[in-house]
């Protein structure tokens, strides 16, 4: 095996939940609001189901090839030729997500805050320690989850409570004005946002307890969906109708934060945390193309691969989109589409093609 | 010269015998070939090689005389090494007694009935003799005989056992190391008198000879580790130490971290403490400090005293502590990045307050900061290295002209001023000196990134360390454990300093199954008492 | 030799880092001795072009120059005023940051000033760019002026900093409306498109102090519709519209008594509204549910209030009084057409087809809802007095 490291179901747990979360605050709420309107805080609920049915898929096909990653699988499942095409079809989906994310982690930082730094800038610092992360292994990726994600739950949280003064639950009524299709409509982008619970399948191989990986799997999807469940009614308590009007809503909400008229403007703080989960994101998108890129040229390690690959990461992120209204648009329309066709169709047919051999193998067995 | 370059081939020699490392060491002495050098029954021959050996050395003392009055023998010691008083008093008087009843001379009786030395060993070879003689003992040579005795009569002056200075309390004990082995070996096996105190000597310094303990409590230590921290220490090769601060260099994990990734003590209790977890001490002959693996980022910032007082002070000081850390870490470039990137996260009022007193300041803040900052490095590193008279004066220099007149000048902003201070005092309150030096080192590129993307820079700059924290390992344990990798049962000895009825188990380092440090049925209650 | 280049490839990151750190140290980094801070900004019209007020706050040392320096500063200092004139807003910044040597800094802006003029025609404009920039806050306090915006913020006010922190004090002690961006743009984008924002007036200057030493303090409330001010109501009326809306942080009612002399006055300690709409054979109904405590604040009548049938009597006077406001307040605004009040979200939320078929018609509907007012007070505590002070205690009705 290229990694040789163990990482515990928990751990495990803590990557996914940053690598969810940490764009699902950024863009996603201004779309879901745009379609869901005050139904917005219902999206979420919907969304959540593609993130059980992406953990269920990569639970059943890790059953099956327990101690591989989806790239070494694919090739059992689909043999070897095709299995190597589904392989670089994942990981240039990986490496083009990751590419997605770095942008999205730029455009918010130079359009909020470091307004005349150039983004390449911003984003080439970001995947250089990423890529320092990366090189760490599994290991040092799981601990450092371990250490940021507490932080980032308890700031979210905290902003969360200092908007309380400033929360109006009348901004949710009426519930379902218009049936239910509006709130489904919301949770189109959100749910591809889900699928990215497929990553899983990269990191089950290498739980110490593996067992647990079920049990951390779907509590790190309620968390996720708890997360967002909890934003989105923030948001919305707190900006009501005008909440698609915003690119960043939870930005324009954490900046209307004021306490005693001293605590203000705290978006620097809460964005200086993001940036700690975000870190994760990237590092854990990251981690499984440079993994998934040696398992399938069959080297004997990754880590060389990964500067390399972090500045293709670069120029992916500049390629995604020429601004951050088509980025924006990107993530409306197509992305939702595109996530899950990869994330959960592609994953799903490996599954049933591996249920059938499976099945043959066993009556091959009876015989 | 000659001597050096014969010691080279000595080494060379032996590891192509490949006996043990010690032998290796001696060799340079015992020269003349490869072969060990082994005592003639010819005194004067034995006695040429030595005065060959220790020429040029005054302090060296043969001193001949007739055993039993018959045999002709010489002692052989370093003055100042050895208990003359007790050479004169007791070793000699009984030796030179002449033998009334047996005529013939017998070396077996000698060593029974007349010497009344309690160490006494014998050896063949004349690498054996220089070690003794070196370490301070005295080597009796006797004439038509090919052993050589060495008598444990070594005594040299030595610093009454005093408080620790780099470790001061208020609660507990107030004894520390010195720089005698014997003594802080003692000293620790006074607090664990359990014989599975094991020590493990060993010597590095092929000049220094420098006598190594491997201190380590069996049962509770894991064998693997030890033997890890053996193989290490064998893989030293230097020409001497003079404190643990070499062979902590020498054997931790990462070289180039500014972490410490063992923990620097002169306290027999912390010692003993860290032996009762399950970790192993290494105690050097010369140096009051004995170093202790392996810890974690979270050991460097508890104290003795976590444990000396009441739990909920002690958590309450802990979280002093860990706020404190991440003051002396950030509270600067918080300072410039809030001043220079995000001006409207200050409050409004704050903000003008701090703006009049920049007004007329020349720097920008970044510039401001980072000399501020180096200004108080130094008169840290004054402070410290100066005689305690000089070291008022700097103080006050520092305080007056540094402080108040750059203010008024007009220099400095006093709000720097402040913020310089409180950083300088909260690094003060991180126990571990060494952790401290490193955090007040890692300040100075956080400031720089303060000063070039604002939070986000500062928000890098803790990732980079995280990063780093994440990979390093002292001795196999994750550094940055119990947090990171979760050990949720550890966690009552970092969040919080539970109860000590409360901590019933051990540190889970790794390997260690004997986790329990005793019942669950400590806490003290009326109902107990009965029992 | 691993050693060696693992030394080398750290110089040479710390080389490239730092590097990158020299090099990128000029882009975003401001000094704050560099910084215009703007604490408030006014909006004229001048002719056809918008004419942009900022106060700004001078942080000056205030004693004797260098030597006395550092302990001398104090922190605040005067205010100035700049003024820029421009076809829009963007426009008329750059005309005023030409002539301003520090950069202007709109992270402090605590009110923003539109005057009459402007708001009647229009302020979408200026909202947009309040809300897209990313510095602004969204929690600065809105205020309409009576005449030009400019000379609102150029008083200098003998009491607090400058105008700009008198006028958002004011708001915030909330007797009358407090207003913020987020706000204005959530009543400008609700259902009703219609918005309330407090009306300030300069208060005249005291006797012997200089014309701009005075404050400008909140006096009426203006109505919007769409982005347009149509019109304002007075102060008592403001606090009627506020009790619908349910905003009352602090208020006094005073009643006099029947059969009884002198007035009692109450003071609101907590307070609820709830509206409850009621659509029936196209008919639109809305019962305003007001309970509040209040504390006697004030009893200059003979009356006891430790006797149950005076409590009774004073409640009932009390709630009497606030509904009959509440009234006089809504017929205003009906008469407007302008739902300030909230009524058609309300409708909106809880008949959502009927109100989306009336929506594009609510302005002519607003006026004929037929509005009941169930007010209820009651007293918790009476101040530090038991029976009224002041007079013999045999002349108090017991």
Known sequence: ?367 | MRFFKKSRNGVTGNHQNGTTRNNEQELYIAQQNAQPYVLSFNLEENIETLQSVYENCVDVVFRSFQVAGTTNAVLVYIDGLVNVEELDLVVLPSLMRPLSSITDFDIHQLLSQTLTVSKVSKTQLMSECIESISSGKAVLLINRYNHAFSLGVGKWEKRSIDEPVGEAGIKGPREGFIESLGTNLALVRRKVKSPNLKTKAIKIGTYTQTEVVVCYIEGLAHPALIQEVEERLHRIKIDGILDVGYIEELIEDNPYSPFPQMLNTERPDVVAASLLEGRFAILQDGTPFALVAPISFYSLLQSHEDYYERSLISTVIRWVRYLFLLISLFLPSLYVALLTFHQEMVPTTLLLTMAASRELIPFPALVEALMMEVVFEALREAGVRLPKQAGAAVSIVGALVIGQAAVQAGIVSAPMIMVVSLTGIASFTVPRYATGIAIRMLRFPMILLAGSLGLLGVMLGLLLILIHMATLRSFGVPYLSPMAPMQGQDMKDVLVRAPLWKLNTRPQLPGIDNLTRQGSDQKPSPENKDQ | MSGLTKFKKMIICFLICSNCLLLSGCWDRVELNDLALVTGLGIDKKGKNTMLTVQLVVPKQLGGGMAMGGSNTKGGGATIIRTGTGAVMADAIRDLQEKIPRRLFWGHVKAVVFSEKVAKEGIRPYIDFLSRNPQMRLRSNMFICKGSAKNVLELSPPIEQSSAEVMRELSELQFLFRVTVKDALQMLAGSTQTAAIPLVQILPAQKGMSDLQTIAFIQRTAIFKKDRMIGSVNDKMSRGLLWIRNEVEQANITVSLKGAKGTITAAIIKMHTKLIPEYKNGKWKMIVKITSEDDVISNATNLSLYNKKHIHLAQKALADETANRIYAALHKVQKMKADVVGFGEAFHRKYPRQWNQVKDRWEDIFPNVEVTIKAKVNFRRPGMNTIPQGIPPEEVKK
């Open chain 1, 1 to 367: 095996m290229i990694e040789k490291g163990k990482i515990s179901a928990m751990q495990m747990a803590l990557m996914m939940y940053p690598a969810i979360i940490a764009t699902a605050i950024l863009l996603v709420p201004a779309i879901t609001a745009h379609h869901a309107g005050q139904d917005m805080w219902l999206s979420p609920i919907w969304a959540s189901f593609s993130g059980f049915l992406a953990v269920y898929i990569t639970l059943r096909l890790h059953h099956y090839y327990p101690q591989k990653t989806a790239i070494e699988y694919s090739e059992q499942i689909a043999g070897k030729f095709f299995g190597k095409i589904i392989g670089f079809v994942f990981l240039f989906f990986y490496l083009h997500a990751d590419g997605i994310v770095v942008r999205e982690y730029g455009e918010f930082i130079v359009g909020n805050f470091l307004m005349r730094t150039p983004p390449i800038f911003v984003m080439g610092t970001m995947v250089f320690i990423c890529a320092l992360a990366v090189r760490g292994g599994v290991e040092v990726i799981g601990r450092l989850a371990e250490m940021i994600v507490p932080v980032v739950t308890l700031v979210i949280l905290i902003f969360v409570i200092l908007l309380i003064p400033d929360m109006d639950a009348t901004n949710m009524l009426p519930i379902m004005e218009k049936g239910i299709i509006p709130s489904i409509k919301g949770a189109v982008t959100p749910q591809s946002w889900f699928s990215e619970f497929f990553l899983m399948a990269f990191f089950l191989p290498y739980l110490a307890n593996g067992e647990n990986g079920k049990k951390w799997g779907i509590i790190s999807v309620l968390a996720v969906f708890l997360t967002l469940f909890i934003i989105n009614i923030t948001v919305l308590f707190v900006l009501g109708g005008i909440t698609a009007n915003f690119v960043y809503p939870v930005m324009s909400a954490v900046r209307y934060i004021s306490i005693a008229d001293f605590l203000e403007h705290l978006e620097a703080f809460v964005m200086a945390v993001w940036v700690g989960g975000t870190f994760l994101k990237i590092t854990v998108f990251y981690y499984v193309v440079a993994l998934g890129t040696a398992q399938w040229l069959n080297l004997p390690d990754y880590r060389m691969l990964v500067f390399p690959l972090g500045f293709l990461l670069l120029v992916f992120s500049e390629w995604i989109a020429p601004s951050l209204m088509e980025l924006s648009h990107l993530l409306a329309t197509t992305v939702p589409f595109y996530l899950s066709s990869i994330q959960i169709v592609l994953p799903l047919i490996l599954l049933l093609i591996a249920k059938f051999r499976n099945r043959n193998r066993m009556k091959d067995g009876q015989k």
